[in-house]
């Protein structure tokens, strides 16, 4: 009696994912990687072994779009906070009323930390560990100048148009991005908080912050 043939031998996992993705589709395939393994790991030891396998990758291939681990921690985050400005501004009218807009905005970003825990606390995680060559801090509150500048136009525009009161834009610009901020820290420490309802509060405090006296009601 013959023998029966002998099972094939398995594919290799990574020739089985791999598929040809453009540069961009490639470097956004890493980046998400990073923040899973970091998300799962903790910076320290999310190793370019553990990334590279995340991405479905030769560890090799990290180096072809990146100069060294530091530069894909930072670009993991500089490229998804740019990723969540154009998720954002796809999803809200521009052209609302700047009430509006702010109701919008922080109700999305909202919804949007719910299901991206993982990814946010990653980022937290590398923001507040990675050092540059002089260890110095690779971050700080200068990487938030666009969007002091974007929520400062908002705010002029709404003072234009007197939805909002007289006040120091960038003063506003820089308490509006620490609060959403604050917003984001607080749901994720406090895993059973109703994110909707703090940011409709949140909304609510700041519109009463900004917004222009009512004018008084006409005499009979």
Do not use: C
């Not at 998400?32 to 999310?46: K, M, N």
């Not at 072994?49 to 530091?70: M, Q």
């Not at 260890?135 to 148009?161: T, V």
């Not at 309802?197 to 004018?215: C, G, H, N, T």
């Amino acid at each position: 009696m013959t023998a029966p043939p002998e099972d094939p031998a398995p594919l290799e996992p990574a020739r089985v994912a791999r598929t040809r993705l453009g540069v961009e589709e490639r470097r956004a395939q890493i980046v998400a990687a990073a923040l899973e393994v970091v998300a799962e790991r903790g910076y320290a030891r999310a190793s370019a072994s553990a990334i590279a396998t995340a991405a479905g990758v030769s560890k090799g291939l990290l180096w072809h779009y990146f100069a060294d681990k530091d530069d894909l921690m930072k670009q993991a985050v500089v490229s998804t906070v740019e990723q969540i400005g154009r998720e954002l501004a796809r999803e809200i009218d521009v052209s609302a009323p700047p009430p509006d807009i702010i109701r919008a905005g922080i109700g999305w970003i909202a919804r949007w930390s719910v299901s991206h825990r993982g990814e946010l606390r990653a980022m937290d995680e590398i923001t507040r560990v990675l050092r540059d060559t002089d260890g110095q801090p690779a971050f700080s509150l200068a990487d938030y100048e666009p969007n002091y500048q974007q929520q400062e136009a908002l705010f002029r525009r709404g003072q234009e148009l007197g939805y909002f009161r007289a006040f120091d834009t960038r003063v506003m610009a820089v308490t509006y991005q620490g609060a959403v901020d604050m917003m984001l820290s607080y749901v994720d420490s406090h895993p059973d908080t109703d994110v909707q309802q703090y940011a409709a509060a949140l909304v609510d405090i700041i519109l009463a912050a900004v917004s222009a006296p009512a004018p008084p009601p006409a005499r009979k």
